[in-house]
């Protein structure tokens, strides 16, 4: 039993702890006494009750959640939704430990680099027989197309990473080499922050180094080895497979750390053997790109001709040296459990010393080490292999993440259960400071260039553009959907709020914007109003959770969210956070039937989110033309909405009810504006004003016509001749508005002057929506066909 | 001074689009290759529209590569492949009888002190060739103990020309070696690849070869299948011989009517021309090949 003052309180938490036999304890020794790391850890972790672990895991789990680390919206469609859950206790290496980890797993990345070098180069370890040629000649990530290729400095791995098992005696093995390009970075780094701020006392103790200057290492790396001509600042970009990716998340919370653009191949063009990243404002160079896409789908000219994942034409950009690959194409190669194994003879003939790392046999099941893990209530031991991190620190070395992902069983041995696909969790790996100040990273001490790296404003690629326009649309039309489900529930019990003959209206209204289908529209016929009250109540409660229907809140939001996923990299977390929480509740609420006062507790929910959303973009983002695109979409189809519900009233012969103007100011958030104004009933003049003219309230047409109009001309690379037309039709408009006697009413008696108003400005809309996605978008899409 | 035969040799291959391609890349492996059998006079390779650049390089395997991109929209792409190329024949005969047992040069590669044969990986599976069971048993017959190599690859092409039918658009470049062994049908790269297959099966090396045949036979002798485009066949090796060209499409070792442009571990890695398009929707393939003998250049030019 452990003999140390938290004993009573320790010894209770691990009552069922137990490791099988032959298997490392991380946590106990022979004569189980908890291990120093582990002791100081306990000493300082606070209330280390169940009760206290039990709140702290919910809330790690709900802080996850909303962050997205699982969120794919993707997934769903292909199962591949998977959980990634991160364990409370931290997992603990102590210092001495990792300096053997460390020195050990530096060699290791020179060794496979030079290894990289020879087989694109002499093959000297062929033809001396220091390797099978099967091994190399055989293996399909021996890529020919490489062959002779040096790439800029001769660095073929700027990111590595190695998993490692510890073995019964105690002793640290490599189980595999993640070479091409290492994924598990990012989530080491998300689990730190979550991790680190529940356990401040704890970590401040145990001395934990920061993993926080690694990513700037690798960033100053890739920046400095970038191959640039004439001075220009060197233009690096991550590149993705796309959100469908499983680890998507990670890709877009690199690109944010590291201050990269986020691209996919479609993003990307080569001409003349030089990386092009297509953006609205013309081609951009691209000197450097970090890739989490596999060698093989990288070009489909040269490698799998069936990828539309790649960028035709990159390879030979690669060989021309125009372009750095972090890591180089052919990489994958290093992956092989064989290759391990010559790797002690491979070393003392490249680097001339002997191979400090163990490697785990290629055909060797690993018996894992066990650490504590916080389940449902309780201690239990389970499975771990660790996942270290190594960049390149510029100078011919590596520098080391100190810290890692480590990966959890989710409950047998093997390290299949390991994986992340199969729903085991993580822990957050804490590295214990040496004492005497030694070890850490060695790239705290290089003297910090400063880049002036390409202002974003040139870089808002064009994809990301489209994106973020519809993220305006559908953002604007989710919550347009809201007010008008909110403008109907609470006026279904009210037949003084929505008199009954106001009703064809209103429903046509709500037909017109999908709410309701034809037949519950017209149901009115001889039923009471109670009875036809309901109908439409369940009619409308019902149809709004349906997110397989379109136009509904569900699928509206739903969208939102997925574009929004797919531009997230430039969406702050705290806007992020709003818009998952609010999926995941309209998608908890669409499981069984709800009231008409749940319903409207969600709608104004919703509602309150997403004016949070529209605030947080205008708060946070800054003005660039990737915000340009959100704001005109936003703008559109407020002006779309505004004018389609105005149509319908200023068509009807009761559009002097007071009733029915107060409906339809509440649809565009204008009844409080019109009382603090009006002070009175409202009329229809002064609503028209209000509604359409008035270039003060930011819920008129006129207000929707003058923003578009000063988004559009400041569009980078927009010749007059694309919009002028639209242009002059707007500021056209606008002119009408303005010369009007709208005090006297002079406008509003006459039908033809308001038709043209509304008609002109949905034509505006449409116009501008065509043309914003021929110059912008519409060859993003083209995909490449392969020709053989 | 002795005289190899001439050719004049002309590849066109023309793409047509049903729309506008806007961009495209391609990698063209169209140079015939140079060897002591094969002397290359001059060669061009025309492509319209205009490409925006175009790089010669030398692949893995020592075949000439150009590589060109064409930005300019197009609805049609032409390459033409010109050259003037002169054939010799062996130095000396081949007498399949005296080669070694073909158990022999298995093992030779597995010997321990076998120092690294680079022409190793012609022995392994390759993308377009997998190692199906059923390769190995229909070689077989054609391997009995002890029997010398080529004679023994001779009479596993002369199986494959009598028992497969020629039979153009029963499969495709992608149709596997088992599917074709199965059907007992297919095209010049089918049976250069099912022989390849063969042979790897049992351990021996063997490698792919495109190129063209001699257009109109010389009189008397009967025009050779797939003289109208471009030709595959393979090449095995033998100790103490090199290597020597099998033609299982023609039952023929080649000679002197055969033109080789490029060699590699299957068709995937000298794919004459292929390419990315961007746009241009449906697309149709039209593709011409003539080699006609000429007459010597003047001595002086020569």
Same mark, same amino acid.
């Given at each position: ?8 309180r320790?010894?209770?938490?691990l009552?069922d702890y137990?490791?099988?036999?032959g ?8 004569g189980?006494?908890l ?9 300082h ?5 169940a ?8 809330r790690v789990?709900r802080?996850i ?6 969120f794919?919206v993707?997934?769903?469609a292909d199962?591949?939704a ?17 300096q ?15 290894v990289a ?6 093959r000297?370890?062929l ?11 055989q293996?399909?990530?021996f890529?020919?197309a490489?062959d ?8 073929y ?5 190695f ?7 105690g002793r ?13 970075a990012?989530?080491?780094i ?9 356990f401040?006392?704890?970590?401040r103790?145990l001395? !934990?180094?920061?993993v926080? #200057?690694?990513?700037q290492g690798?960033? /100053? =790396? *890739?920046?400095?080895?970038? $191959?640039?001509?004439?001075?220009d ?21 690199l690109a944010k ?7 996919e191949?479609?993003?990307?063009t080569?001409?003349r053997?030089?990386?092009f990243?297509?953006?609205v404002s ?16 990288c070009?489909p000219?040269?490698?799998?001709a069936?990828?539309?994942l ?6 030979q950009?690669w ?5 750095? !690959?972090?890591?180089?194409? #052919?990489?994958?190669l290093?992956q092989? /459990? =064989? *290759?391990?194994d010559?790797? $002690? ?10 191979l400090a ?11 894992l080490s066990?650490?504590?893990v916080w ?11 660790l996942?270290?991190f190594?960049?390149t620190d510029?100078?011919g070395g ?7 992902l ?13 994986s992340?696909?199969?729903g085991?969790g ?18 705290e001490?290089?003297?910090?260039r400063?880049?002036?790296?390409? =202002?974003?404003?040139g870089?808002t690629?064009?994809?990301t553009?489209?994106?973020?326009y ?6 604007e ?7 008008l489900?909110?403008?109907?529930l609470?006026?279904l019990?009210d037949n003084?709020a ?8 209103v429903?046509?209204?709500?037909r017109t ?8 529209a017209r149901?009115e016929?001889g039923?009471?109003i109670?009875?036809?009250s ?5 009619a ?8 397989k ?11 939102t ?15 992020w956070r ?17 009231g ?9 929910q919703?509602?309150i ?5 529209g605030?947080l ?8 033309h990737g ?9 559109l ?8 519900t105005?149509?319908?009233?200023a ?10 103007l107060?409906w339809?100011l509440?649809?565009?958030?204008s009844?409080?504006?019109y009382?603090l ?6 009329e229809w003049?002064?609503?028209?004003d ?8 930011p819920?008129?047409?006129?207000f929707?016509?003058?923003k578009?109009?000063?988004?559009v001309?400041?569009?980078p690379?927009?010749q007059?001749?694309?919009v ?5 039709d ?13 005090t006297?009413?002079e406008?509003f008696?006459?039908h033809?002057?308001?038709?043209n ?11 501008l ?12 899409y083209d995909?490449p066909?392969?020709?053989? | 001074m ?27 492996c ?35 590569l150009?590589?060109?991109e064409?930005?300019?929209p ?8 010109r050259?003037?190329v ?11 009888d005296e ?5 022999a ?8 002190d076998?120092?690294f ?10 993308p ?16 009995p103990?002890g ?12 199986r494959i020309?009598t ?10 470049i ?23 297959g ?7 090396p063997?490698?792919?070869v495109?190129?063209?045949l001699l257009?109109?036979?010389p ?8 003289a109208?485009?471009s030709h595959?066949?393979l ?7 090199g ?7 023609n039952n023929?070792?080649?000679?002197v ?23 241009g ?8 090949v003539s080699?006609i003998?000429v ?5 002086q030019?020569?």
């Open positions: 039993m452990p003999r140390t003052p938290t004993d009573n320790v010894s209770a938490l009552r137990a490791v099988p036999k298997h490392f304890d991380e946590l106990l020794d022979d189980r006494v291990r120093p790391a582990w002791d100081l850890f306990a000493r972790a606070g209330s280390l009750t009760e206290a672990l039990d709140r702290v895991q919910a789990d802080q959640h909303e962050n997205g680390v699982t794919n993707y997934a769903a199962g591949l998977r959980p990634w859950t991160l364990d409370v206790i931290p997992f603990l290496v102590s210092a001495p430990e990792w053997v980890i460390e020195g050990d797993l530096r060699q290791r990345a020179r060794l496979l680099n030079a070098s020879d087989l694109y180069g002499r000297d370890l033809t001396e027989r220091l390797l099978p040629p099967a091994l190399i000649l293996h399909s990530g890529l020919r490489c002779g290729i040096r790439p800029p400095g001769g660095v791995l700027h990111l590595v990473a998993d490692l098992t510890r073995r019964a005696d640290w093995a490599v189980a595999e080499t993640r070479a091409q390009s290492p994924s598990g990012g989530y080491a998300e689990n730190r922050t979550t991790i680190a701020r529940l401040p006392e704890a970590f103790a001395k !934990v180094q920061p926080g #200057g690694f990513l690798l960033r /100053r =790396a *890739l920046l400095e080895d970038a $191959p640039t001509s004439g001075g600042a060197p233009h690096v970009v991550l590149l993705t497979p796309g959100p469908y990716n499983e680890t998507y998340f990670e890709h877009a919370y750390q590291l201050g990269f653009p986020l691209v191949g479609g993003d990307l080569v001409r053997d030089r990386v990243i297509k953006t013309g081609l951009r160079p691209v000197h450097a790109l970090l890739r989490r896409l596999d060698d093989d789908y070009d000219l040269e490698l799998r069936d990828s539309t790649g960028v035709p034409g990159l390879v950009a060989r021309a040296g125009h372009v750095l !690959v972090a890591n180089a194409f #052919g990489t994958s290093l092989s /459990r =064989a *290759l391990a010559h790797l $002690p003879r491979v070393c003392e003939r490249l680097l001339g010393e002997p790392s163990v490697s785990l046999g290629a055909d060797e099941r690993p018996q066990h650490a504590p389940s449902r209530g309780a201690v239990e031991s389970r499975g771990v292999i996942r270290v190594l960049a510029g100078d590596y520098q080391v993440l100190p810290g890692g480590a990966r959890i069983s989710s409950g047998g041995n093997d390290r299949e259960s390991v992340s696909q199969r085991g993580s822990k957050d790996t804490w590295v214990l400071a040496n004492p005497n100040g030694e070890g850490g990273s060695r790239s001490g290089r003297p910090a400063r880049y002036a790296v390409a =202002a974003d404003e870089t690629s064009s994809r553009a489209e994106h973020l519809w993220l305006g649309r559908y953002a039309r989710s919550e347009n959907c809201a007010r489900l909110r403008a109907m609470s006026r019990t003084d929505l008199p009954r003959r106001l009703r064809t209206v429903l046509g209204t709500c914007h999908g709410l309701l289908l034809d037949k519950e149901h016929g039923a009471s109670e009875h036809t309901a109908v439409l109540e369940r409308l409660v019902e149809g709004m959770l349906d997110g229907k379109h136009h509904s809140l569900a699928f509206n939001v739903a969208q969210v997925r574009v929004a996923a797919a531009a997230r990299e430039r969406l702050s977390s705290d806007n709003l818009l998952n929480r609010l999926h995941q509740q309209l998608a908890d609420s669409g499981g069984g039937p709800i008409l006062d749940e319903a409207l507790e969600i709608v104004d919703t509602i989110a997403l004016v949070a959303v605030g973009e205008m708060a946070h983002m800054s003005r660039d915000w340009r695109f959100l704001s005109i979409g936003r703008h189809e407020r002006m779309s909405y505004v004018s389609a105005f149509e319908d009233v068509e009807s012969s009761l559009r002097s009810e007071p009733a029915l107060e339809l509440d649809l565009s958030d009844l409080v504006g009382r104004r009006f002070m009175h009933h409202p003049p002064h609503v028209v209000l509604l359409l003219l008035d270039s003060q309230n819920r008129s047409q006129a929707q016509l003058a578009l109009a000063k988004h001309r400041l569009l690379g927009m007059p001749t694309d002028a037309e639209l242009l002059r707007i500021d056209r408009l606008l002119a009408v508005v303005a010369s009007g006697d709208r006297q009413g406008l008696s006459r033809a002057v308001l038709d108003i509304i008609g002109q400005g949905q034509q505006i809309a449409t116009g929506s065509d043309a914003l996605t021929l110059r912008y978008f519409s060859h993003v995909l066909r392969a020709t053989v | 002795t005289r190899g035969t001439f050719y004049r040799v002309e590849h066109e291959t023309r793409y047509v689009h049903t729309g506008r391609a806007s961009t495209s890349q391609h990698v063209a169209l140079r015939p290759r140079v060897s002591p059998r094969l002397t290359l006079h001059d060669h061009e390779l025309d492509v319209d529209p205009e490409p925006g650049a175009m790089v010669e390089r030398v692949d893995y395997f020592g075949n000439a150009h590589q060109f064409i930005l300019t197009y609805q049609e792409m032409r390459a033409v492949s050259s003037l002169e054939v010799w024949p062996r130095a000396e005969a081949i007498d399949p080669s070694l047992p073909w158990e040069v298995r093992d030779a590669a597995l010997a321990a076998a120092p044969d680079p022409d190793i990986e012609f022995r392994y599976a390759s377009y060739v997998t190692l199906d069971p059923s390769l190995a048993v229909f070689a077989r017959a054609s391997f103990e029997r010398p190599f080529i004679a023994a690859a001779v009479d596993l092409m002369r020309h028992e497969f039918e020629f039979d153009p658009g029963s499969t495709t992608t149709t596997p070696v088992a599917r074709v062994l199965a059907d007992r049908h297919g095209v010049c790269q089918d049976f250069a690849h099912l022989q390849i063969c042979l790897r099966a049992l351990g021996l063997a490698r792919y495109s190129g063209y257009t109109d036979p009189p008397g002798q009967p025009r050779l299948v797939g109208d485009a595959a066949w090449s095995v090796r033998c100790p103490r011989v290597w020597v060209d099998l033609d299982p499409t023929a070792l080649p000679d009517r055969h033109v080789t442009v490029a060699w590699g571990r299957d068709y995937g890695d000298v794919s004459p021309l292929r390419g990315i398009v961007l746009g929707q449906r697309q149709t393939l039209h593709v011409g080699v003998p007459e010597p250049p003047s001595a030019s020569a």
